[in-house]
T-cell receptor
């Protein structure tokens, strides 16, 4: 079974804080993704990574950065958290060649 | 901009009935198609994948793909209250494995 873990289920931060969300997978998958999910807007891709130290912007990268120093770990960074970044953040890993994505449990981030 | 459209629902069916969920997509180059189930407060869980035209059955679930019409559907037979969830359609194509998700259809199965 694919296992994807995220560092926190719930997180509360203050405006302006630097926030780190971490995702770890145990299946040696090359591709990893960060999404946010908001009511009425669905799942939106923030960033993805197709190899160590490699990254590409998704549809809504503004206000976020990522880091992938090791294959199993993909971090999402909010440089200066804002209230409009309150959301559910979901990490996923991809099993090729079936293109199947598996999700972690999610982190519900609240920025006050 | 690639788009995936789903009826937002809610779709309400009685227990034991067939639930039919529909999805259309805009990119004719799409190659892989997925249905995810998401319970409230939880992350999406893959329930079906389909890659070629026709039907694919897995237990009570049947996925149907029609690439000419750019249409994917999910049928749930003998619906159970535990099937009550939001169902997300997702589509991918190309070399970077990006998925485009629909906004989901909320299904309620009434006992």
């Amino acid at each position: 079974d694919v296992k994807v873990t995220q560092s926190s289920r719930y997180l509360v931060k203050r405006t302006g804080e630097k926030v780190f969300l971490e995702c770890v997978q145990d299946m040696d998958h090359e591709n990893m993704f960060w999404y946010r999910q908001d009511p009425g807007l669905g799942l939106r891709l923030i960033y993805f990574s197709y190899d160590v130290k490699m990254k590409e912007k998704g549809d809504i990268p503004e206000g976020y950065s990522v880091s992938r120093e090791k294959k199993e770990r993909f971090s999402l960074i909010l440089e200066s958290a804002s209230t409009n970044q309150t959301s559910m953040y979901l990490c996923a890993t991809l099993e090729a060649p079936a293109d199947t994505q598996y999700f972690g449990p999610g982190t519900r981030l609240t920025v006050l | 901009q690639k788009e995936v459209e789903q009826n937002s629902g809610p779709l309400s069916v009685p227990e034991g009935a067939i639930a039919s969920l529909n999805c259309t997509y805009s990119d004719r180059g799409s190659q892989s198609f997925f249905w995810y189930r998401q319970y409230s407060g939880k992350s999406p869980e893959l329930i079906m994948s389909i890659y070629s035209n026709g039907d694919k059955e897995d237990g009570r679930f049947t996925a149907q793909l029609n690439k000419a019409s750019q249409y994917v559907s999910l049928l749930i037979r003998d619906s159970q209250p535990s099937d009550s969830a939001t169902y997300l359609c997702a589509v991918s194509g190309g070399s970077n494995y990006k998925l485009t998700f629909g906004k989901g259809t909320l299904l309620t199965v009434n006992p």
